[in-house]
Structures are given as structure tokens and as C-alpha cells.
């Protein structure tokens, strides 16, 4: 299947710093990206899903200006945590959907943010 | 509010039994299913998925049976390996229009492992 890598994979960071999450589709184009986060023992949530060239669009309850997202190519979307706080901790996983098939949607392998 | 539900946060198998993994839904605009399986690092991989068109859906020794109205699917895995031991997510979705066409929504995972 088709390759999406995360960067980085763990980063802890400072209560009040920003940090940037990377989401890339290695061997194919995504025109959809979808951005999830995951508590302990609890389900994938989804945040927000981005299409290329244009504005997320974020679930309810999700603050777009504390999680800014900016897909601007076909095979790249970044995910900001801005002036991040404890709470913001958790793990977030990327996905891309190549066509428009439900199982044509790959994970990235997620990553760890720890804010102290 | 939970609109898919995995019961059962862990299940422990004998190698060459059945295993089966239980999912329950309340959101009647559901109406494609998809069950991922995720080993720890990695972001999910998808599995098999049904329509709500169909009550089983086979592929080698995954099954998936779902039940519309008692809202539940399960994914039954025979002869279950060691190397099945993971976790498994089921997750939904609506396909006919509207703003939740495409979005998945994820159980909470089921740990499944699967004894030599």
C-alpha cells in the first residue's frame, strides 16, 4: 500500500511554545488529508480534514487557531499546535486519501507530543 | 457522545481458535463500515470494510458480518496467528452527501492477542 510518513515522531516542547507536525504522502498525491488526535484508551477523533490549495475544515468543538493546518502541496499537510499546553498532549495521527475509495485512505504512523 | 463503540477493550485468543471482535453504532447515517488494525508505532492499516448493502463480507480468513438492525458488526478472524495480536479499530462513515460524507468515525480499539 501507499506510504505517509509523520514528522517527528515524539517532540516535547515547552508549555507556551508552538510546534509544527508534518503529514507527507511518499509515493502518491493526496488531494485529501485528515488530521486526527488520540487520547489514552479513547477513539481517533478526527480534528479537521484539508484539501489541497484550500481552507481545513474543522470538526465542532476543534480550535482552528490553536491547531493550524496548511496543506499546501499535493503530497504535504503541516499540522501547528500554537502556544501549546499541557493539555494539548496526545498523540496525533495523519491520514491521505489517494482516490475517492474508503480503504484508498493510508495512516501516517502518528506522533507523540508531550507538553511540560 | 461515542456514535461507535468497541465494548471490549481487550481480547485474548489461542492460536488457531476464532476470534471475534465486536462493534456497536447508533448513528443510523452510517452505512459503510471499515475495520483497521494498527501495531504499535505505526498508524492503521485498513483491514476490510462492508456496505450496508450486505450482511458479510469475506476475505481470506477475515469476515466481517454486520447487522443493521441491531446496529452491530463483527470482525471474526479464523484461524487467528500471532501475528494478528494488535489493535483493532472499527470505524464508520455515511456515504451519501452532506458534510459527513467521507469522515470516518473510529471505535475505541480492541486489543487483540493472540497466544502461541
Known amino acids: 500500500g501507499a506510504v505517509v510518513s509523520q514528522h517527528p515522531s515524539r517532540v516535547i516542547c515547552k508549555s507556551g511554545t508552538s510546534v509544527k507536525i508534518e503529514c507527507r504522502s511518499l509515493d502518491f498525491q493526496a488531494t485529501t488529508m485528515f488530521w486526527y488526535r488520540q487520547f489514552p484508551k479513547k477513539s481517533l477523533m478526527l480534528m479537521a480534514t484539508s484539501n489541497e490549495g484550500s481552507k481545513a475544515t474543522y470538526e465542532q468543538g476543534v480550535e482552528k487557531d490553536k491547531f493550524l493546518i496548511n496543506h499546501a502541496s499535493l503530497t504535504l499537510s503541516t499540522l501547528t499546535v500554537t502556544s501549546a499546553h499541557p493539555e494539548d498532549s496526545s498523540f496525533y495521527i495523519c491520514?491521505?486519501?489517494?482516490?475517492?475509495?474508503?480503504?484508498?485512505?493510508?495512516f501516517g504512523p502518528g506522533t507523540r507530543l508531550t507538553v511540560l | 457522545d461515542q456514535q461507535v463503540k468497541q465494548n471490549s477493550p481487550s481480547l485474548s485468543v489461542q492460536e488457531g481458535r476464532i476470534s471475534i471482535l465486536n462493534c456497536d453504532y447508533t448513528?443510523?447515517?452510517?452505512?459503510?463500515f471499515l475495520w483497521y488494525k494498527k501495531y504499535p508505532a505505526e498508524g492503521p492499516t485498513f483491514l476490510i470494510s462492508?456496505?450496508?448493502?450486505?450482511d458479510k463480507n469475506e476475505d481470506g480468513r477475515f469476515t466481517v458480518f454486520l447487522n443493521k438492525s441491531a446496529k452491530h458488526l463483527s470482525l471474526h478472524i479464523v484461524p487467528s496467528q500471532p501475528g494478528d495480536s494488535a489493535v483493532y479499530f472499527c470505524a464508520a462513515t455515511p456515504r451519501r452527501g452532506g458534510t459527513s460524507y467521507g469522515k470516518l468515525t473510529f471505535g475505541q480499539g480492541t486489543i487483540l492477542t493472540v497466544h502461541p
Open positions: 491520514s491521505a486519501r489517494q482516490g475517492l475509495a474508503y480503504n484508498e485512505q493510508f
Open positions: 448513528n443510523s447515517m452510517f452505512d459503510y
Open positions: 462492508i456496505s450496508s448493502i450486505k
